[in-house]
């Protein structure tokens, strides 16, 4: 299998179990039938990047999208569906992915939930004006 296909199937995998807590190069390696090593270095050659580093990646995205598209359910739970550890862990990496704090940007996509909300129930644009 050449490293290119390596990193397709190592990226199949991470998708399709990206929210198992246990989800590391070592079990992809295993799954692939190749050393951690040989992973690594194919992630290095065509993606700069380690395994490891495009798993919490991927965890991260969905993570962002989850909570886009589900504010109100509660930042543990859709942490752990991400298969992040805590949530300590995953504001830190959240934070130096994306620039703003996890549960800012959990409170920001609630609000803009509510405004959507908001805005269908009225359509009419003068409806949204706030007269003091």
């Given at each position: 299998?050449?490293?290119?296909?390596?990193?397709?199937?190592?990226?199949?995998?991470?998708?399709?179990?990206?929210?198992?807590?246990?989800l590391?190069?070592a079990?992809?390696?295993?799954?692939?039938?190749?050393?951690?090593?040989?992973?690594?270095q194919?992630?290095?050659?065509?993606?700069?990047?380690?395994?490891?580093?495009?798993?919490?990646?991927?965890?991260?995205?969905?993570?962002?999208e989850?909570?886009?598209?589900?504010?109100?359910?509660?930042?543990?739970?859709?942490?752990?569906?991400?298969?992040?550890?805590?949530?300590?862990?995953?504001?830190?990496?959240?934070?130096?992915?994306?620039?703003?704090?996890?549960?800012?940007?959990?409170?920001?996509?609630?609000?803009?939930?509510?405004?959507?909300?908001?805005?269908?129930?009225?359509?009419?644009?003068?409806?949204?004006?706030?007269?003091?």
């Open positions: 299998m050449t490293s290119e296909a390596v990193v397709r199937s190592a990226l199949i995998l991470i998708a399709n179990h990206y929210s198992q807590g246990d590391s190069t079990w992809i390696s295993r799954q692939l039938g190749l050393t951690a090593d040989a992973l690594e194919a992630f290095r050659d065509h993606r700069s990047t380690t395994c490891d580093r495009s798993i919490l990646s991927f965890r991260l995205s969905r993570l962002f989850r909570i886009t598209t589900h504010p109100e359910s509660p930042l543990i739970s859709q942490v752990r569906a991400c298969g992040l550890a805590s949530l300590d862990s995953a504001d830190q990496h959240f934070q130096a992915s994306f620039g703003i704090a996890l549960t800012a940007f959990h409170q920001l996509s609630l609000q803009a939930s509510v405004d959507r909300q908001h805005r269908r129930q009225h359509p009419d644009r003068r409806d949204l004006i706030i007269n003091e």
